[in-house]
């Protein structure tokens, strides 16, 4: 495959909140896959070349020269055709609006859009090349079948976005967001899975990070877009829970590499919970779920504990959670938190003694 390919129709749209780096940004709403999009474009703002010349006392010119243009960043704008209050959420920093369920179903003006953050957009596109359908020469094709279908992908970050005006009337609606692109040196290799790793296309990460000077990266790849984020609302984004050793994100001790296939964000992180040592008769430990604390009693069933977890006010509810096995100290509990958060441990207040564990 070459470097050569159409770009015909925007297909799909995901944002991920981002820093000023491009680092993605772990959060319980931190990304979203949408279709909901007219168009987006890219304008770039170039520093204008200068010419340099010096005349000498004759007045001719005895020096002539000239700097190149230089490009300061994009000017990108999003065309949504969907009041998407999730996306706009992500892009600016505004406030939703939420019903009596806590669902988002709007969102809120505000002065001020925020400068510290912001999100990378990455785009699939259609059209069909020649190259997308090589004539095979060996039989292996048959052992890793794919549609055959090949997408334009488009990576960029974007911040300082702001929101256009809008017309209602008889007609249409559209509305704009516009932001300044920025290098996304934080952004490495990506917590997704984009870019075909073999002959067959097998899904991975970027096969390299993103460059430092880098405002926007684009290829052709054979991995399908993302489907389309359930009910449009903004879906946790985790790093720390997901990238743990050997999979390190950008590398881990020793030289360690960063991992070549990007673990789901759709799956939930799996954590046993057991007692070493002791055993105890008594006291509690502290499971940090994102940094809020739940406290466990050192006998705890599995219903217990996911009655503590479940109080925690982190917006999830008790089908978020699900708790197995227990009764401690004897059993190891079995937790999967909702996607997006992390369990760590906190406090141990075992009595006599006792060492809790987590894998």
Known sequence: MTGVFPVVKGVRLRATKINNCGLPIPGPRNRIVTDGF???????????????????????????DRTPPTRKWHTAAVDLCNVNSGLITLFNGWPQVLDYADSPI???????????????????????????????????????????????????????????????????????????????????????????????????????????????????????PPAITNGGDPQPLDILGKFVAPNYYFGGPSNAPAVDVAPSQDDAHT????????????????????????????????????????ALDDGYGASDWTVTGGALPGTPLVITPPIGVTLTLGTNALTPSGTVVLS
């Not at 490495?188 to 067959?200: C, F, I, L, Q």
């Not at 919970?273 to 006291?283: A, Q």
Request: net charge negative; charged share 15%.
């Open 106 to 224: 709007g969102y809120q003006d505000a002065t001020d859009v925020d400068g510290d953050y912001g999100v990378a957009l990455e785009i699939w596109t259609g059209g069909k090349s020649l190259e997308d359908c090589p004539v095979p020469s060996l039989d292996t094709l048959f052992s890793s079948p794919s549609s055959g279908l090949h997408y334009g992908y488009f990576l960029f970050g974007v911040v300082e976005a702001q929101l256009g005006g809008i017309d209602i009337g008889a007609q249409v609606s559209t509305f704009t967001l516009t932001g300044i692109t920025v290098a996304m040196p934080q952004w490495g290799r990506g917590p997704y899975n984009v870019a075909g790793t073999d002959v067959n296309g097998t899904p991975g990460r970027l096969l390299t990070a993103v460059g430092d000077d880098a405002h926007y990266t684009a290829f052709r790849t054979p991995v399908a």
């Open 38 to 64: 007219v168009k987006v474009t890219l304008t770039p703002v170039w520093r204008e070349p200068q010419d340099l010349e010096q005349v000498n006392a004759e007045g001719k010119i005895c020096v002539a």
């Open 271 to 310: 954590v046993t919970v057991s007692i070493t040592g002791g055993p105890p008769t008594g006291g509690n430990f502290v499971l940090d779920a994102n940094g809020l604390p739940a406290t466990i009693a050192w006998n705890s069933t599995a219903a217990a504990a996911k009655s503590a977890l479940v």
